[in-house]
């Protein structure tokens, strides 16, 4: 095995171990749950038994009353889940995930409006991104679904 080859076996290892550790099916699938700094080009995967809300709330350095209060704090945040099987994301999904679900919930009493919680941009950005890493780490199956939502 060469030096690139080794590279890219053990970043795909650590990707796939931090995916497990966001959440794993009793059958072996993962569905890994992140989001992406569409500004900074980062991964950021949500703990197993933390909501989406109260991570990107706590990574943000607010409060989940904040972020109801200016959607835009959470703007270039952009959920994915990736879905894992025999080591390989079959499914990815960018755009929703219990974050958006959540301000939905409270949409009416702090007047939203039609204002997007991210904007078409990033969740492009986002996409882009992660489906780069999930190649370069050879993770991508080659007849992966891909869908995106734009909240």
Do not use: C
Not at 5 to 14: D, G, I, N, R, T
Not at 69 to 77: A, G, R, S, V
Request: hydrophobic share 40%; net charge positive.
């Amino acid at each position: 095995m060469g030096i690139f080859s080794k590279l890219v076996e053990e970043k795909k290892e650590e990707f796939i171990k931090k995916a497990k550790e966001t959440n794993m099916r009793g059958h072996g699938e993962i569905n890994a749950r992140l989001f992406v700094d569409a500004e900074k080009k980062k991964i950021l995967f949500v703990p197993h038994k933390i909501n989406h809300p109260e991570f990107i709330a706590a990574h943000i350095g607010k409060t989940k009353e904040d972020i109801k209060k200016n959607i835009n704090l959470i703007n270039q945040y952009i959920p994915v889940t990736v879905e894992i099987a025999e080591e390989k994301a079959t499914a990815v999904l960018v755009g929703i995930s219990g974050l958006e679900t959540w301000l939905d919930a409270n949409k009416k009493k702090y007047n939203y409006g039609k204002d997007k919680y991210h904007n078409k941009k990033y969740v492009n950005q986002a996409r882009d991104f992660i489906l780069a890493v999930l190649q370069e780490y050879e993770i991508l199956a080659p007849d992966f679904k891909l869908r995106i939502i734009y909240k």
